[in-house]
């Protein structure tokens, strides 16, 4: 019994070390981590990613925003969704361009344990959030079955995009990632203070594209990036996103590679594991910014 119970306390004192550790971050991002949701709350949540109810949900835990899957319907509407075919998440099949996003309403997510959820557009996520102030959102945009020459498409989409930045004022509040070139080219031309990251496949692809492309950063798996590498990005002046984090001891092992961004399978944990290192942050920047916005909300 003495030997559980002591077992017991040395457990709690662990448990709260971990939960107050403070983190030496280095970074571009004014050594802060932005903490995104994947998708909301992430996959294995209560809700199916990017859905209204899960992205909601991770904007109320207090993170920094969401990271949400981008596709666009045959009708030009900008809707949050993952997969390239709708046959294994919902009641309908093909894909979400062979929609109208009218069409797409009639779909909703039938895969167990989710049932009914909604397919959503963009407008329906961003049209309920009062204040936009708080929050970064990753827009991942998943051009599923595009001809990468076919610039008409891809225009479209981009202006899709310009369109609803420029309607809820949200330019600098967004960070666009894609593993196409020539749509990434486009919407740097379309407008210069978008905030750019290339998708690749390997870092060395992503250094390569990022610098040829004069691009803001690189977004990639945590487990296709070093910390050497994620130093060696930062050297160049590009910031790092880094996704694929679903468990506790991932995101501790993505924190100590000082990303700029994290987008988190485990919203709560990060937010709590994150909660000394920001006030330690938070009190070093008092004296040049206002106190009631120092905060995750």
């Known amino acids: 019994?003495?030997?559980?119970?002591?077992?017991?306390?040395l457990s709690l004192l662990f448990a709260c070390e971990k939960e107050t550790?403070?983190?030496?971050?280095?970074?571009?991002?004014?050594?802060?981590?932005?903490?995104?949701?994947?998708?909301?709350m992430g996959i294995s949540s209560t809700y199916p990613i990017n859905t209204y109810e899960s992205i909601m949900s991770c904007l109320s835990l207090g993170t920094d925003g969401s990271e949400i899957d981008v596709q666009m319907t045959k009708d030009s509407v900008l809707v949050a969704f993952h997969d390239s075919d709708l046959t294994e998440k919902t009641n309908l099949?093909?894909?979400?361009?062979?929609?109208t996003f009218a069409e797409l309403q009639e779909g909703f997510y039938d895969e167990m344990p989710y049932k009914t959820y909604a397919i959503v557009s963009l407008e329906q996520i961003f049209s309920n959030i009062d204040d936009f102030s708080p929050y970064k959102f990753t827009f991942d945009c998943k051009l599923y079955n595009a001809d990468p020459t076919n610039d008409a498409y891809l225009g479209t989409f981009a202006n899709a995009i310009v369109k609803i930045a420029q309607k809820y004022n949200i330019q600098r509040k967004i960070l666009i990632e894609s593993n196409d070139k020539n749509f990434l080219t486009m919407l740097s031309a379309?407008?210069?203070?978008?905030k750019l990251f290339i998708y690749p496949?390997?870092?060395?692809?992503g250094l390569e594209t990022a610098s040829e492309l004069k691009l803001y950063g690189i977004t990639i798996s945590n487990d296709d990036i070093s910390t050497e590498q994620l130093s060696e990005a930062h050297d160049k002046g590009f910031r790092v996103a880094v996704w694929n984090v679903q468990?506790?001891?991932e995101n501790i092992e993505a924190i100590r590679k000082n990303p700029d961004f994290i987008q988190t399978d485990k919203v709560k944990y990060l937010v709590e594991t994150m909660q000394a290192t920001d006030e330690v942050y938070y009190?070093?920047?008092?004296?040049?910014?206002?106190?009631?916005?120092l905060s995750r909300k």
């Not at 099949?93 to 929609?99: A, D, K, L, N, P």
């Not at 496949?201 to 692809?205: A, L, M």
């Open 1 to 9: 019994m003495k030997k559980l119970l002591l077992f017991s306390v």
């Open 21 to 40: 550790e403070i983190f030496e971050i280095a970074n571009l991002n004014r050594n802060y981590i932005t903490v995104l949701g994947h998708g909301g």
């Open 93 to 99: 099949t093909g894909s979400i361009s062979q929609y």
């Open 190 to 194: 379309k407008n210069e203070r978008f």
């Open 201 to 205: 496949q390997t870092f060395e692809e």
């Open 247 to 249: 468990t506790e001891n």
């Open 283 to 293: 009190a070093t920047i008092q004296q040049w910014q206002k106190p009631d916005s």
